[in-house]
């Protein structure tokens, strides 16, 4: 179906979130988000079975709840945000797993490197908000391995005791609003 005929939405930031956790010397998680972030969809129906998705997070909006550790996250030991200051993600092929749960085949970008990834999506459906607005929602889960993306800041406590995860674990709730084109 040509690109002009398919449905468009953008991410609604006051319904979405985007959340991590990454394990702390091994025996806690510490949790974050990004509190700036935006993108949307296009697809055919409220299916998205043909849906192109994308989504860009404002590195530098991190937060863990603790200024010196958001203070080394953005720093070059971690997500260098001066010299790479977004972090993306474009994917197309959402493929039906079981009920309401699907896979996302994408591409994302964290630094310099990017790297094909698959995330595990559950579509909650489509409904009108108060407003007549037409919404979508989602939540969408993954692993990021960090060190394939050259965020590998690492110490070793105690001789093998990592002080961060190797893993990050992502949570994205994402509210989509059907964009509304006027003629």
Known sequence: ???INKLKWHIDPGHSNIRFAVRHLQISMVEGQFLEFEGGATSSDESFLDGAFNISLVANSITTKNDIRDQNIR???FLEVETYPNITFSGENLSKAVGSHFQLQGQITIKKTTLPITLGVEYFGASDDFSGNRKAGFQV?????RFEFDV???RIIGGNVLDVGLNVEVVC???LMKTVLTP
């Not at 889960?141 to 391995?145: D, N």
Request: charge should be negative; proline fraction near 6%.
């Open 173 to 175: 709730n994402i509210e």
């Open 75 to 77: 720093s070059a030991n």
């Open 141 to 145: 889960t993954g692993t990021i391995p």
């Open 152 to 154: 590998s800041f690492q």
């Open 1 to 3: 179906m040509e690109e």
